[in-house]
């Protein structure tokens, strides 16, 4: 069983472009969840996704990023006109159910010029 | 709101000693708390899982306790190796907070170093 997958493993772009970050979670698992850590910083929840559905985007900056867990394919967390503050490691999570322990990824490592 | 304090930030002992790590939370009501190890530049790799109705978890040299009531747990690793050198952090998932309570609330982790 493939653990959870996660690409680009590193990103670069330049101020003003876009960055989209895939996840794929672990076979059968539904819950997807989006954290970051900036430099020196712990992990910060950003948004957990079921199926077609976010369940809670209360960590997402309200402008410039959204996210998404279509019915086929990996999840998105795509990132709109980056700034340098975007610069940090993503993380995706994934679980069976809720309440279940979760397994992350590597991240992406974002680097913004 | 939930706060998770882990202390101390960093630790270096030498290889073979034994050694407990902390972990502190403010809200009691959680569901389960999870540790786990980062390597420089890598991801997460979970090391235990304690439920809230459990008390401790083992996994080889690694052992886990949660004190609910006092919002606290320990990670106690036995017989330290150098291999086991990196940033250990803890993770609530908390019944109160968040939407749909999902979400893990992260301590900022303590890097340990154990020197040959």
């Known amino acids: 069983n493939a653990g959870v997958m996660q690409n680009p493993r590193h990103l670069v772009r330049r101020r003003g472009q876009e960055a989209r970050l895939r996840c794929s979670p672990m076979k059968g698992h539904s819950h997807v969840y989006w954290y970051r850590q900036l430099p020196e910083e712990g992990l910060k929840f950003m948004v957990y996704?079921?199926?077609?559905?976010?369940?809670?985007e209360s960590g997402m900056p309200k402008e410039r990023f959204s996210a998404e867990f279509p019915k086929e394919g990996p999840s998105i967390l795509r990132i709109q006109q980056v700034v340098r503050g975007d610069s940090a490691a993503y993380f995706c999570?994934?679980?069976?159910?809720?309440?279940?322990?979760?397994?992350f990824g590597p991240g992406t490592r974002l680097t913004v010029l | 709101k939930q706060e998770v304090t882990q202390i101390p930030a960093a630790l270096s002992v030498p290889e073979g000693e034994n050694l407990v790590l902390n972990c502190s939370f403010t809200?009691?009501?959680?569901?389960?708390l999870q540790w786990f190890r980062q390597d420089p530049g890598k991801g997460l790799t979970s090391l235990l899982l304690?439920?809230?109705?459990?008390r401790e978890q083992t996994s080889g040299r690694l052992n886990a306790s949660l004190d609910k009531s006092s919002g606290r747990s320990t990670l106690y690793i036995a017989a330290s190796q150098p291999g086991d050198s990196a940033t250990y952090l803890c993770?609530?998932?908390?019944?109160?907070?968040?939407?749909?309570?999902?979400?893990?609330?992260f301590g900022k982790g303590t890097k340990l170093s154990v020197k040959p």
């Open positions: 996704l079921q199926k077609e559905n976010i369940i809670d």
């Open positions: 304690i439920q809230s109705s459990q």
């Open positions: 809200d009691s009501a959680i569901y389960n």
């Open positions: 993770a609530v998932k908390g019944v109160n907070y968040g939407g749909s309570q999902g979400n893990l609330i």
């Open positions: 999570a994934s679980s069976p159910v809720r309440t279940y322990e979760q397994f």
